[in-house]
Each structure stands twice: as structure tokens, then as C-alpha cells.
């Protein structure tokens, strides 16, 4: 089988993340079309996730790089958002003599290393338009603040590798027509692969929940999820108790530290899970999803993922863009706090209505499926793999 050099700032092991979950897609999809992934990350992964990894037959490389005052220098003359992983670059370098059918960087920050490998082709694979991502989180900053300035200055230098790094890959993967357009617009070759949803999802049972269990489920290293559920949880989930008593909000996911867990079970009537090994069934229990993001960028994994469990989201604009949600049909939309709780109280009250939105939810989530949205991708490892 044919080697694929993969960059990726996080190692795609285990899938606790939505990044960390699509580029674990994405390298499944390669495997597929007997290509072999050689992932090359900076992280400092738990060495039995590298494990399982290699038990897959692929190869792990871990470069240890804890960046100095010298390269902090660097990356900011060089406008660049993030650091220049020295040890990244010297491997590509090192081994460019070796065989390889592509190269494959996942995020905008690894496209520092494009070129490196003179003559392999390079796929550069979208998680968001990171500088539109930065930019939302600069608007929500106070005008002319030392915070502003810096998301200000951090979404100018993203958007300026972006343009040089869309017009130098050969391929580009987007989550979303919209990036797409973009991408091509700053003279990229663009190939639309969505954000996808594992099959156990589509087999959770469907129908009214028991109770009034509201979930939000995310990753909460990511600003966006902590501080949109904090705004939720001042703002909004007074409101909602105070409407229906009985509710229960259920947080799940990876990266609660000590001081969120106190603030968040500071809260009334919320239950602070963390990880969870069985999502599905934390769903299956669910009567509607709350995604409170007022940042961010890209097609939001678990609003898909909601929606192929038969659960109807109650989330903002921004939280459901992209993936072809319509309110009304397949769940609530509303613009801030209080709404979001008024939202979420009418479904809590109506579970007929809930499983109603949550049935036509998962009807339009089946197109979402990973093996679906992969298909074209596998198409051009395959090609890329018969030219090696």
C-alpha cells in the first residue's frame, strides 16, 4: 500500500473531539482506498491512543516541540496565528526522498509546511475558514479592548496564510459550500466534504423522551462551547426553570477543568457528566439539544449528530448554519439567551412535538452519513494512490 503523510496538530485518537473525529474520518477514508497514513503530530498524545492507531496497521510519529521565545518571535514577523513546528518541517524534509502518494494537512496552521515534499501532491483539509472563525470571536469582544486587538490581529494573519496556502494545495477540503466558495474565490480547488455522522446515531430509538432532560454535549476546551453555555446557563436556564421545574440539563464532554466543574454545578438542577462513553444514549434519553454558540465557524458535528439521533435542537443561527437546518422543521432557532430558554421550554412541554421535529430531523441527517459525504473524497485518494 502506498504512504500518506498526514500533519496533524492533534492526534485523531481517540474521537473525543469534532476535529479529532472528521480527521479520523478523513484517514479512514484513505485506508479505504489502500492508501497507509503516516500521521505526524506535536501532540502529547496518551501512548496507548498511539497504540490503537498503529493496531490499525498506520504509522504514528510523535515530534516533542515546545516552542521558544525565538520562534514565538518568528511566528509573529512571519504573521503567522501559531508557531512554526521546526521538527515537523526537518522530518517532511528528511524523508522527502522517501515514496509517498500525498501529503495531507489537516487545519490552516499546517499549511506552514506545504512544499516541503517538492512533487507530492498536497491536500490541505478545512475544519472551519479559521480566520472567519477568529473574526466571530473578535466581534464578540469589546471595540478597541487588549482581547479585540488580539483575535482582531490573529483573524488578519490567519486569513493571510489562508490566502496563500488555498492557491498553493493542490486540493482543498471544505465542511461547507460556503468555505468552498471562498477557497475558490482566493483561487483554490476546492472539494466539498461535509461534516459526517457515525451510523449508531441513526440507531437510537425514536420517539417521546421520558422526563425533561435537556443535553449539551461539546467539547469544552473550545471557547466557543464554554463560554456560549456559560451565557446559556446565567441568562437562560433560570428562565427555563423557572417555566418547568422538573427540567434537568445534562453537560457532556471532554475538558472540564476543576474551576468550570465548580461553576457549572453551581447551577440548578444541571448534572455535569464529562466524558461520556455512550452519547447515543444519553440522547436516546434527551428530549432536545440546546447549542447556545454566539463564536465560531464551520458545520457545528453534533448538531448533526443530534439530528441523526431523532432529537430536535434548540440552538442559535450561528449553531445551526450550514448543514440545511430549518427551523421549525427540524428543530427551534433563537438569537439570545431568553429566547433560547422560551424555545426550549416548548419543547420540554410538548414531547410530541419534540419527536415530531427530532423524525424529520434525522430524515434530512441521513445524507450526513460518513460513509456518504466521504465517497468523492475516497475517489481522489484512490486516483492519487494509482499515480505513486
Request: proline content about 8%.
Amino acid at each position: 500500500m502506498n504512504r500518506a503523510l498526514v500533519v496533524s496538530p492533534l492526534l485523531p485518537y481517540p474521537p473525543t473531539s469534532g476535529g479529532q473525529k472528521r480527521t479520523l474520518r478523513l484517514l479512514e477514508a484513505m485506508a479505504r482506498a489502500e492508501l497507509t497514513p503516516q500521521v505526524l503530530t506535536a501532540d502529547e498524545p496518551d501512548p496507548a491512543h498511539v497504540a490503537a492507531l498503529r493496531a490499525r496497521g498506520w504509522e504514528v510519529e510523535v515530534l516533542a516541540f515546545a516552542p521558544g521565545l525565538r520562534d514565538r518571535v518568528a511566528q509573529h514577523v512571519a504573521r503567522r496565528p501559531s508557531p512554526y513546528l521546526r521538527p515537523v518541517a526537518e522530518l517532511l524534509q528528511r524523508t522527502a526522498a522517501m515514496p509517498a502518494a500525498l501529503v495531507q494537512l489537516e487545519h490552516t496552521m499546517s499549511a506552514y509546511y506545504h512544499g516541503l515534499r517538492p512533487g507530492t501532491p498536497t491536500i490541505l483539509s478545512l475544519h472551519n475558514l479559521d480566520s472567519e472563525l477568529i473574526a466571530t470571536g473578535a466581534r464578540a469582544r469589546r471595540a478597541g479592548s487588549l482581547q479585540w486587538a488580539r483575535e482582531h490581529s490573529r483573524a488578519l494573519s490567519t486569513a493571510h496564510q489562508e490566502r496563500r496556502a488555498f492557491a498553493a494545495a493542490d486540493l482543498v477540503l471544505c465542511v461547507s459550500e460556503h468555505d468552498a466558495t471562498a477557497v475558490e474565490a482566493l483561487g483554490g480547488r476546492a472539494l466539498l466534504v461535509p461534516n459526517g455522522v457515525d451510523a449508531d446515531f441513526f440507531e437510537i430509538p425514536h420517539g417521546p423522551a421520558p422526563g425533561e432532560l435537556a443535553t449539551f454535549f461539546g467539547h469544552f476546551g473550545y471557547r466557543p462551547n464554554r463560554e456560549g453555555l456559560l451565557r446559556f446557563l446565567r441568562h437562560g436556564w433560570p428562565r427555563v426553570l423557572a417555566a418547568r421545574p422538573q427540567a434537568r440539563l445534562a453537560l457532556a464532554g471532554p475538558g472540564i477543568s476543576a474551576p468550570l466543574r465548580a461553576e457549572l454545578e453551581r447551577s440548578e438542577r444541571v448534572d455535569v457528566h464529562g466524558f461520556v462513553d455512550d452519547l447515543p444514549a444519553l440522547l436516546a434519553a434527551t428530549t432536545a439539544v440546546v447549542v447556545p454558540l454566539w463564536e465560531g465557524g464551520g458545520t457545528r458535528l453534533k448538531v448533526i449528530e443530534t439530528m441523526a439521533a431523532a432529537t430536535p435542537v434548540v440552538g442559535t443561527p450561528l449553531g445551526v448554519e450550514r448543514i440545511g437546518f430549518e427551523a421549525g422543521r427540524h428543530g427551534l432557532e433563537a438569537t439570545a439567551p431568553e429566547s433560547l430558554a422560551d424555545a426550549l421550554c416548548t419543547l420540554l412541554a410538548d414531547p410530541q412535538r419534540a419527536a415530531a421535529l427530532g423524525e424529520a430531523a434525522r430524515a434530512h441527517a441521513q445524507r450526513f452519513r460518513w460513509e456518504r459525504v466521504t465517497r468523492p473524497l475516497e475517489v481522489r485518494y484512490r486516483e492519487y494512490a494509482a499515480r505513486a
